[in-house]
T-cell receptor, first 109, second 113 residues
Framework: EDQVTQSPEALRLQEGESSSLNCSYT??????LFWYRQDPGKGPEFLFT???AGEEKEKERLKATLTKKESFLHITAPKPEDSATYLC??????????FGSGTRLLVRP | DGGITQSPKYLFRKEGQNVTLSCEQN?????MYWYRQDPGQGLRLIYY???????QKGDIAEGYSVSREKKESFPLTVTSAQKNPTAFYLC????????????FGQGTRLTVV
């Protein structure tokens, strides 16, 4: 069965303390791996798409990487405004998106 | 501005009632989706539509119904058969078949009272 697992469930960081979020996937015929940011009570906001192992993408303090089994979202020197839930989703061979349960990130000043 | 509009933002339903959640997009996307989000869980697919007048069940379609009479609109009805309808509902759209991101609306929070 196709599955996406995110860890940790919750992460508390001090402002400036870098860390990584993990997204492990078992999906047949992976077409792409997506990262979204979701603020409380809002819809997810698209961050990155990764298509193949070894690919990396960056945006401000965020960097996403992809291997054959997992993806990482690295957060460098985070700020309080980076606090949100980060969702990853894998697209399978039928173009269906399978979401993980998310990592709730809290960055304290 | 192009985007996806969901309404209402908050909705209260009495047990035994049907309610309809609205989703409109002006992105000219062919594909539209409905997801349900519960606390601590990922998004689960309810229904999706790749083209007007056609739609398919997702993973948790029981107790829900949809229609796709226009490209811009994909309303979701939560029927009285849905045993636990209290949740956050998200509508999304994307271009037709391709490895492209889905764009989401701001969600409707449905509460059964």
């Amino acid at each position: 069965e196709d599955q996406v697992t995110q860890s940790p469930e919750a992460l508390r960081l001090q402002e400036g303390e870098s860390s990584s979020l993990n997204c492990s996937y078992t999906v047949s015929g992976l077409r792409g791996l997506f990262w979204y940011r979701q603020d409380p009570g809002k819809g997810p906001e698209f961050l990155f798409t990764l298509y193949s192992a070894g690919e990396e993408k960056e945006k401000e303090r965020l960097k996403a990487t992809l291997t054959k089994k997992e993806s990482f979202l690295h957060i460098t020197a985070p700020k309080p405004e980076d606090s949100a839930t980060y969702l990853c989703a894998a697209m399978d061979s039928s173009y269906k998106l399978i979401f993980g349960s998310g990592t709730r990130l809290l960055v304290r000043p | 501005d192009g985007g996806i509009t969901q309404s209402p933002k908050y909705l209260f339903r009495k047990e035994g009632q049907n309610v309809t959640l609205s989703c409109e997009q002006n992105l000219n996307h062919d594909a539209m989706y409905w997801y349900r989000q519960d606390p601590g869980q990922g998004l689960r697919l309810i229904y999706y539509s790749q083209i007007v007048n056609d739609f398919q069940k997702g993973d948790i379609a029981e107790g829900y119904s949809v229609s796709r009479e226009k490209k811009e609109s994909f309303p979701l009805t939560v029927t009285s058969a849905q045993k636990n309808p209290t949740a956050f509902y998200l509508c999304a759209s994307s271009p037709p078949r391709g490895v492209t991101e889905a764009f989401f609306g701001q969600g409707t929070r449905l509460t059964v009272v």
